[in-house]
């Protein structure tokens, strides 16, 4: 599916090229030798994101930030020559095929789909809301064009509406214009993101079970930060709004409550059952963009085996698609099994 990557000035590389067989390959080496970023490189050359930065500034290679540079990834990807560059000045630039594309949502609409899994993902079940918001996030983008524009729209009227409130006199119009936006984008994502938690949870909790070889049930509950209706809560927290000067009702407030065999998976599950919680909510994540986009991603995995013991690294390699391409970063490979290339990064 991605069969070369370029980089250029990106994190700590100053150039690299790589190839990629059909079915994937194990990079392998020590600790801040880029395994990582390379990966990030893929998901930013497939997605435009980069599941470790908010922004795109923090990944241009430190000794290029002075000189006021950028970085380049391109690579061969589902049969295309995809390019992307970005400068502090100019930010995005966008190619396929040689060919400049203006909008991001015209790249992303033709390229591809990846899951990250990496050792931070035990924060989905521990951390806090945001982290399963961005989950929620990062599949929907992928799904559905118009779940991305509303919600970059909802962020930024999310924080047009705050700067309103924060006035020491209310400039009342404005703020019912921004409202009637945050209502409208607002209910998109809360729709979306309800059915999303309806169709991720029956895969979660059967990958659960296929990982830990046991019967664990997984229950995952949307829990909408707009109530029952967003309007209405708007209109109830109107005086909070005032005093703290920010908006406390919405889908900036969304989260989703988490069980195991019907208790609290933060509190109750052990530490090995909520990394095998997180492994499974990534691989309902892969299941769900294969039934219902109709590709199958690629999978990411950085450095997840070393906290997880023989029995359930062999159970997740097993659950991942026999089919899938599956870009692998690890210290060691003793129990890599043959069907992977290995890149060794003291080489490169």
Known sequence: MISTLRLQNFRCFDALALE????????VGANAQGKTSILEAVCVLVRLQSPRSKGMGSLVMVDAVPAGGGFGV????????????????KGVAMKVDDE?????????????????????????VRGSGSVRRRYLDFLGCQLDPDYRDNLHRYARVLKARNILLKDRVVREDELAAYTELLVRHGEFLTNARRELVLSLEPQTSESQSAVSACDERVGMEYVAGSGDDLTTSLEMTRERERRQGQTVAGPHRDDIRLTINGMAANEFASEGQQRTMALSLKLAQGELL???AGKMPVYLLDDIFGELDTERRN??????????????????????????????????
């Open 20 to 27: 990629f067989p059909e079915a994937g390959a194990v990079m």
């Open 74 to 89: 391109a690579g061969e990807c589902w049969g295309s020559e995809l390019q992307v560059r970005y400068a502090p000045r």
């Open 100 to 124: 400049a594309v203006q909008r991001q949502s015209d790249y992303l609409r033709g390229g591809g789909l990846v899951v990250w899994m990496g050792n931070d993902d035990l924060q989905l």
């Open 290 to 292: 294969h039934r219902q």
């Open 315 to 348: 159970a997740l390699m097993n659950a991942l698609p026999g089919e899938a391409q599956k870009l692998i970063t690890t210290t060691n490979i003793d129990w890599m099994t043959d069907e992977f290339s290995v890149i060794k990064m003291e080489e490169l």
